[in-house]
Nanobody, 119 residues
Framework: QVQLVESGGGLVQPGGSLRLSCAASGITFSNYVMSWYSQAPGKERELVASITRNGASTTYVDSVKGRSTISRDNAKSTVYLQMNSLKPEDTAVYYC????????????WGQGTQVTVSS
C-alpha cells in the first residue's frame, strides 16, 4: 500500500518560514520524481517544485524561485520543501506527488497539508 504523508504545514506570519516534509512508504522512492503542488481556495492545483530521482536537478514555479528549496533524502524516502519569506499569497494546501520514472508505472498523491500565511 502506497502512502505519501505530508507534515509541517501551519499558520505563519508573512516573512516567516516553514519546512514541509513528505514521507513515502510502499514504493521504491528512488524510482520516483517527487514534486510539491499547491492549491489555493477556488484555484486549480499547480506545480510548485520538482526534484529528479537523485536530487541532481530541481525546478520551481517562478513565484517561489529564490524563496523555496526542494530536497530529498532517498535513504529516508522523504522529500522536503523549505519555504522562506512566505507571503499571504502562498496560502494553500500543499500536496506531495510521486511519479515513477517509467510512464504509467505509478502516480501517487498525499493528502495535503495546509499552509496559512497571515498576520
Amino acid at each position: 500500500q502506497v502512502q505519501l504523508v505530508e507534515s509541517g504545514g501551519g499558520l505563519v506570519q508573512p516573512g516567516g518560514s516553514l519546512r514541509l516534509s513528505c514521507a513515502a512508504s510502499g514504493i521504491t522512492f528512488s524510482n520516483y520524481v517527487m514534486s510539491w503542488y499547491s492549491q489555493a481556495p477556488g484555484k486549480e492545483r499547480e506545480l510548485v517544485a520538482s526534484i529528479t530521482r537523485n536530487g541532481a536537478s530541481t525546478t520551481y514555479v517562478d513565484s517561489v524561485k529564490g524563496r523555496s528549496t526542494i530536497s530529498r533524502d532517498n535513504a529516508k524516502s522523504t522529500v522536503y520543501l523549505q519555504m522562506n519569506s512566505l507571503k499571504p499569497e502562498d496560502t494553500a494546501v500543499y500536496y506531495c506527488n510521486a511519479v515513477h520514472f517509467i510512464r504509467g508505472r505509478g502516480d501517487y498523491w498525499g493528502q495535503g497539508t495546509q499552509v496559512t500565511v497571515s498576520s
